[in-house]
């Protein structure tokens, strides 16, 4: 691009006039903004306020040397359904992603992991939130005890990536943000998007990090 | 599975107790329900209402017999990004789904497609809103003019699928629909996952649907 991007996209962006709060719930926050549209005229824009969440593609390799992933299976209740899905949780506040993926990891499944690479981000629902979701492999797991939240219900499995993706193609898994992680997946997995894997000692503090030389899963 | 669902997932399941609407805005529709949780205790959900959505992968094959995706850029006002997405629409009211996706490609691209092939669905985001996204592919493409809503502004373009890839790859490309579809084509196009594909001739009116023989794009 040799142009600022604002000045190339003067035709598609909106602009703030005011902001004003609708809901403040005990989960959702949602406020609507007054907007100017690119050919001048006002709008309005409703969006719920989220903090941005991570996810987490754990990777195991069983006693057969072949790799698995872990995986969850929850009932989600907007949905009515019970979903097949990778771990994942919401930001507490400011705080780092991968302490956040650290952390969910290990409240969810109980694995504690000591090799993590960041592969990308994504956006669940661009039209009414302002929600993303960050997106981490990890390796190196040991297993240990899960801390779910209070009124938290999951079941914790293991599938191969070949059986993840044949559940992706035959609608066993509908879940966006796990459809993302099986793009990754199959592409980490086949060499064709390395990652940059990072060295996390179990007993070592977070600052402690180490990178390990690029490579791929 | 030789138990019904309901029984293998009861330590999972959660049953509503009340509803309550808490937003009803101009685009947004909430409400917050009491729910029972599988140990007995009780909790609130708070979720959006969405009426559902589509998505269309359009299949264009260029002068030289390479395929091209149409690829729309958006400034999606939550993000506060310009966003390269797949063509996708709200379903009116109860509105057929392929009608739905021929409508919106039309709309949004102007162009019309002579086969259409359904290949799945996905749940944005499952914790909070009740949306989910069918997803077409659509091919044998004619342009036309476009007639967008007022207020709506989007640039419509091409790319190879290879090239689309690589952007989900850099992090060009974040939307979760964009990237589900991205894991679909890249599995049609090798051949791992085929589609069914209608034909459905350009004049016809939509019942006159014939069923292609099964085969990959």
């Known amino acids: 691009m040799t142009q600022p991007r604002v000045m190339k996209d003067r035709h598609l962006v909106?602009?703030?006039?005011?902001?004003?709060?609708?809901?403040?719930?005990?989960?959702?926050?949602?406020?609507?903004?007054?907007?100017?549209?690119?050919?001048?005229?006002?709008?309005?824009?409703?969006?719920?306020?989220?903090?941005?969440?991570?996810?987490?593609?754990?990777?195991?390799?069983?006693?057969?040397?072949?790799?698995?992933?872990?995986?969850?299976?929850?009932?989600?209740?907007?949905?009515?359904?019970?979903?097949?899905?990778?771990?994942?949780?919401?930001?507490?506040?400011?705080?780092?992603?991968?302490?956040?993926?650290?952390?969910?990891?290990?409240?969810?499944?109980?694995?504690?992991?000591?090799?993590?690479?960041?592969?990308?981000v994504l956006h669940p629902v661009i039209s009414y939130s302002t929600e993303y979701i960050d997106i981490w492999f990890a390796r190196g797991l040991t297993a240990g005890e899960r801390q779910l939240d209070a009124g938290e219900f999951l079941d914790v499995f293991t599938a191969t990536p070949e059986q993840l993706l044949l559940w992706c193609r035959d609608g066993l898994v509908t879940d966006a943000k796990t459809l993302t992680a099986a793009l990754w997946l199959q592409n980490v997995h086949s060499g064709a998007w390395p990652l940059d894997w990072i060295s996390i000692p179990p007993s070592a503090p977070f600052a402690e990090v180490v990178t390990v030389p690029h490579e791929s899963s």
């Not at 390799?61 to 299976?73: I, K, M, P």
């Not at 919401?90 to 993590?116: F, P």
């Open 14 to 120: 909106e602009e703030t006039l005011s902001t004003q709060e609708i809901l403040r719930g005990n989960f959702l926050h949602a406020v609507r903004d007054q907007v100017k549209l690119p050919d001048g005229s006002t709008a309005s824009r409703e969006y719920i306020i989220h903090p941005g969440a991570v996810m987490i593609v754990p990777l195991l390799l069983d006693e057969s040397g072949q790799w698995q992933v872990v995986l969850e299976r929850q009932f989600r209740y907007p949905v009515g359904q019970v979903m097949i899905e990778f771990p994942a949780g919401k930001r507490d506040s400011d705080e780092d992603l991968l302490v956040c993926a650290q952390r969910e990891l290990r409240e969810e499944t109980g694995y504690v992991a000591t090799e993590w690479a960041r592969a990308g």
